[in-house]
């Protein structure tokens, strides 16, 4: 019987103008990839150069976390953009944090959107191909999605490859969409029960929503957000059980 692996991911080079939002060195310590912010939402060329480094130092593979131009709503407000707008600044960040990444040691190696434009594309048609048409303008990188969405089918039938993401610190409704970061519920932040989560992914493929209801996401990754109240603690707590259970952590590439 073939060994269960999973890969981990976090949201790092979120740090603008000096002011950090997570610990990039400590979680690249643990994560087998990373979303690098490309300056859109959050980052700046310095702060995402010292993440790309010590992501390479580290062995750590690279994604693109291409979001909305809104620095200030940290790319997690909709913005209704119009779809050939929308794939020319999806082409633009990734093209800029490839740059930067191979300046240090590194490259991109797959997409992810950020926030809004993640949850956006799941169910707007034209956002979902303006963000596909902009990552095909660069090249044939894989792409981090939330399974079920547009996106996905979208994706695929461009040629590209999906890799299906679940998230370990963030609750599901029973659609399999994430609940809203308006609500209180919307995040996890128990250590147990990120660990159980990130189990159940990588032991059944599968999720518990609020409601009880059992949704099948078959993911390649889970997410833990590094700007999350003890993010740090909670994925050594995950690493350590992983490590318990003889599940290893390894990147999708």
Known sequence: ?????????????ETTAGNPVADDAAMLEMVSSAN???GFHAGDPHSIAQTLKAAARAGVTVGAHVGYN??????RRFIDYNAAELADEVTYQIGALDALARANGTRVSYVKPHGAMYNTIVK???QAKGVIAGIKAFGDLPVM???GGLAVDIAE???????????????????????????DNAVLGDEGDVVKRVLEVAQ???????????????AQSVCTHGDSPGSVKLLRGVVERLSAEGIDIRSFI
């Open 1 to 13: 019987m073939a060994s269960l692996h999973i890969d981990l991911n976090a949201d790092l080079g």
């Open 124 to 126: 707007d048609e034209a």
């Open 157 to 183: 039938s461009q040629g590209l490859t999906v890799i299906r993401e679940a998230f370990a610190d963030r609750n599901y409704n029973p659609d399999g969409t994430l609940v809203s970061r308006k609500q």
């Open 70 to 75: 809104d620095p200030a709503g940290f790319g």
């Open 145 to 147: 999605l939330l399974p």
């Open 204 to 218: 059944t493929g599968s999720i518990t929503a609020i409601d009880g209801t059992t949704l099948d996401v078959d």
């Open 36 to 38: 690098v912010a490309t």
